[in-house]
C-alpha cells in the first residue's frame, strides 16, 4: 500500500512533491532564511518544528541543524542522522498522523507561492565533470569527426573547477556575458557573447566529506552524497572555443550556474536505481579504485527534460517547446565514481560542495542535453511561433525539468531550474 499525506496537494499524480520525497530547500520569508521540506505544494517549517517540540525525540545535534539557516551543518551530520530525521517528518506528514501533531504541524505548512526559494547551502566549491559519453562523443565530432573522444575518457572522469560564487538559484536572471571571441578570419574581439548555451545537468551536494590527504572509496561514495538537484552550466561557445586551450573553461562558464532550489536524498530515488551504464566488451574495464561492488543498482531511472520560451511566445500566451529529453541512466561515469575519483588524490570535499554531472544526453535524436550538440543537424530549431535559434537569445527562458516514475509509484521530482537571458550590462 502505496503511503499517502493528509496534505492533498501531495497525492496529486501531478506533483513532484509527494510523501515519498521530501526534499529539502531553504526559502525567505518576514526577513527570516529557515530550512524547510516541500510537500505537494507547501514547505513544512524545520525551524518552527523544532520551536514547537515535534523533532524533540531526535538527538540535540539534528534540532540545532534544523534551527540553521543553510543545510550545510545538517549535511556535515552524515547518513547516520538523514534518516532519522526524514522518518520523523514522514510520520509528521502521513495520513496516520496523530490529531495532535497534525494540530501543531498544518500552522508550519507555508503555501510555496507565499515564499522566496534561496541556494539550499553555502558552496564552498564546485566542480563540473564531462560524465556523459554521448555528449562527449557529439560535440568531439563538431571538431574531430574520426576521433571524437580523447584518449583519456574512458579510463579518467574529467571535470573542471568552477566558480561557486556565481551560482544562483532558479528564478534568478542571467545576463549576457561578454567576453573574447575569435570568428574565423579575424582579429579577436570583446563584446557580447553571441552563441550562449544552456547544459542540462544533474549537481551532487556533499554531505560529510573526507579528511585532507584521505580518498573515499567507492564502496563508501554514496554514503557522502547529501542529495540531488538540477543544473544549468550555462555556457558561451564562442568565448569558450577561444579561451578553454590549454587549461579549459574560465569566462565562458564562470559568469553564472543555475541549479534547483530542492535537494532530492538519494533515499527518496532508491526505487528507481538501475544497471550502471553498460559498456560494450571493447570499451576497457574502469581501474579497480572506481570498479563499483554494486554496479547492478548505481545508476538512477531519472527523466530529464529542457523546455524553452521565448519573449514572443510569452507575451502571446505560447506554452514552452519542449526540446529534449534525456536520462541520468545514460552516464557512462556513476554518481559514485564522480565522488570518488574527485577524493582519491585526497582532496577534501566538504558539506555543501557541489559536483555537477556535465551535460546529460542520450543516444537518440532529441535527447541532447545542449545546443551546441544540435549544431550536427542542419537546421536551426524552429519555436512553435515561427521563430528560429541556433542559440540563446535575450529574453528566452529556458527551464529544466526532472522526474522518476513506474507504474504504482509517486512520481519523485526535482521542481524546476529555471533562467531567463536577459541582455548585456557592458557598457564599455
Known sequence: MILKSWI?????????????????????????????VAIGDRILNLRGCVECGLLADLPEAILSSCRAEALNVLMSLGPAAWPALRSRVASLLGEQVESRERGCA?????????????????????????????????????????????????YVPIGYHGRSSSIVVSGTEIRRPCGQTKPQGTEPHFGPSQSLDY?????????????????IPIAEAEK?????????????????????QPLGPFLAKSFATTISPWVVPLEALAPFRVPAYERPASDPA?????????????????????????????QAGVAPMLLSQGNLRNLFWTLAQLV????????????????????????????????????????PIRLPNGELRTFLQDSDRVRFRAYCWKPGWPRIGFGECTGTIVSTSFNG
Open 8 to 36: 492533498s496537494s501531495a497525492n496529486d499524480p501531478e506533483s513532484d512533491f509527494p510523501i515519498q520525497n521530501l526534499p529539502y530547500g531553504v526559502f525567505r520569508q518576514n526577513g527570516e532564511s529557515c530550512i524547510g
Open 106 to 154: 498544518e500552522p508550519l505548512l507555508v503555501p510555496m507561492s507565499d515564499v522566496t526559494m534561496q541556494l539550499p547551502a553555502r558552496i564552498g566549491d564546485y566542480t563540473d565533470f564531462y560524465a556523459s559519453i554521448h555528449h562527449a562523443t557529439r560535440v568531439g565530432k563538431l571538431f574531430r569527426p574520426d576521433n571524437p573522444l580523447l584518449p583519456n575518457y574512458k
Open 199 to 215: 547544459e542540462l545537468e544533474m549537481g551532487i551536494f556533499i554531505g560529510s566529506g573526507n579528511a585532507l590527504g584521505q580518498s
Open 224 to 244: 557522502h552524497i547529501f542529495g540531488l538537484c538540477l543544473v544549468n552550466d550555462w555556457s558561451a561557445r564562442d568565448i569558450q572555443s577561444w579561451e578553454y
Open 286 to 314: 574502469p581501474l579497480p579504485y572506481l570498479n563499483h561492488p554494486d554496479s547492478d543498482r548505481a545508476g538512477i531511472d531519472l527523466m530529464l527534460e529542457v523546455h524553452l520560451e521565448s519573449g514572443q511566445m510569452r
Open 340 to 379: 570518488t575519483h574527485h577524493a582519491s588524490n585526497g582532496c577534501n570535499l566538504q558539506p555543501g560542495d557541489l559536483l555537477a554531472t556535465g551535460t546529460i544526453s542520450g543516444p537518440e535524436a532529441g535527447s541532447e542535453g545542449c545546443l551546441l550538440e544540435k549544431r550536427n543537424n542542419t537546421e
